[in-house]
């Protein structure tokens, strides 16, 4: 029962979105030209192909924000309970800060490695 409001705002945040594209599609100006199903690259010309190769630290940067905000998306639940927890005692002021420590480890390792520096 305490996940209805929950999934209540999720139905409505997906229905608009849906929504929206869908009443877009319909009601949307069609005007298909040669000039508008070019791919569009900056403004500019397509010269070469697109296909060609990524940089590795191109994925790495991802999969460290990824990694990093993952991390993050546990500061939500912790922030919900933890004036009901703190009354009771302060183990999760202590499960929090090695928590932290183990994440600024990770960050503070990632930086030393150059792991977020673009050549």
């Not at 100006?29 to 070469?48: H, W």
């Not at 460290?64 to 183990?91: H, Q, R, S």
Request: glycine letters at 6%; aromatic letters at 16%.
């Amino acid at each position: 029962m305490a996940y209805i409001p929950v999934l209540i705002l999720l139905t409505l945040g997906v229905l608009i979105g849906v929504g929206a594209l869908g009443v877009s599609a319909l009601l949307g100006p069609k005007f298909p030209t040669r000039k508008k199903d070019l791919p569009y690259e900056c403004g500019q010309t397509p010269i070469t192909d697109a296909r060609h190769r990524i940089p590795a630290r191109f994925y790495l940067v991802a999969i460290l924000f990824l990694l990093f905000d993952v991390e993050a998306i546990f500061f939500f639940p912790w922030a919900v309970v933890y004036k009901k927890y703190l009354t009771i005692n302060a183990f999760i002021l202590i499960e929090m800060a090695i928590f932290l420590a183990i994440l600024l480890v990770g960050y503070f390792y990632v930086l030393r490695k150059g792991a977020l520096e673009w050549e």
